[in-house]
């Protein structure tokens, strides 16, 4: 059985450019989290999906970020118009349901120039 | 609110040595409680949870009570190895929500031969 998948592992943008994270969950597990990772930071929630809803994003930027799970395909994280700020590690997280132990992905390493 | 506190890195111990990460939360309702572990450039894995009072979470030889009364739950080894160098989080989630995970600011530990 096939852990969390995130892709890229990397990536590089310039200021101004948009980056979409894609997470694809465990098999079975409907609920996907995303998490942001400062340097020397621990892991701080953003944003909480189940399949085509929005759960909670008290967690999320109110601008230029923005996260989907549809109903086929993986879950997007997609950042607008990054900024040297948005240099962080990403990672997502799913579950079976909703007070289930969550499982981590290996993380997206976005870094911003 | 969610918190968790958890104690200050990083750690240096020579192998075989006891190990001891001090964690303490604070938490609306009854949170379920977690260890997890990063090693170098990778995602975060489940180490072990708790789910209620006085549960002992183990695995790999590591262990942590949850304590309610004096809302902790510190990370124990017996014996250390040069394998386990890692950051270390604590992380708790309330269960009466969203599920989102609050994390502590982790615990680098590196193991000397």
């Known amino acids: 059985n096939a852990g969390v998948m995130q892709n890229p592992r990397h990536l590089v943008r310039r200021r101004g450019q948009e980056a979409r994270l894609r997470c694809s969950p465990m098999k079975g597990h409907s609920h996907v989290y995303w998490y942001r990772q400062l340097p020397e930071e621990g892991l701080k929630f953003m944003v909480y999906?189940?399949?085509?809803?929005?759960?909670?994003e008290s967690g999320m930027p109110k601008e230029r970020f923005s996260a989907e799970f549809p109903k086929e395909g993986p879950s997007i994280l997609r950042i607008q118009q990054v900024v040297r700020g948005d240099s962080a590690a990403y990672f997502c997280?799913?579950?079976?349901?909703?007070?289930?132990?969550?499982?981590f992905g290996p993380g997206t390493r976005l870094l911003v120039l | 609110g969610n918190s968790v506190t958890q104690m200050e890195g990083p750690v240096t111990l020579s192998e075989e040595a006891f190990l001891t990460i001090n964690c303490t939360y604070t938490?609306?309702?009854?949170?379920?409680l977690f260890w997890y572990v990063q090693y170098p450039g990778e995602g975060l894995q489940l180490l072990l949870k708790a789910t209620k009072a006085d549960d002992k979470g183990s695995n790999k030889g590591f262990e942590a009570t949850y304590r309610k009364e004096t809302t902790s739950f510190h990370l124990e080894k017996g014996s250390v190895q040069v394998s386990d160098s890692a950051v270390y989080f604590c992380?708790?989630?309330?269960?009466?929500?969203?599920?989102?995970?609050?994390f502590g600011t982790g615990t680098r530990l590196t193991v000397i031969p």
């Open positions: 992380a708790l989630s309330d269960q009466t929500g969203a599920n989102n995970l609050f």
């Open positions: 999906l189940q399949k085509e809803n929005i759960i909670d």
């Open positions: 938490a609306t309702g009854y949170p379920s």
């Open positions: 997280a799913s579950s079976q349901g909703a007070v289930e132990t969550q499982y």
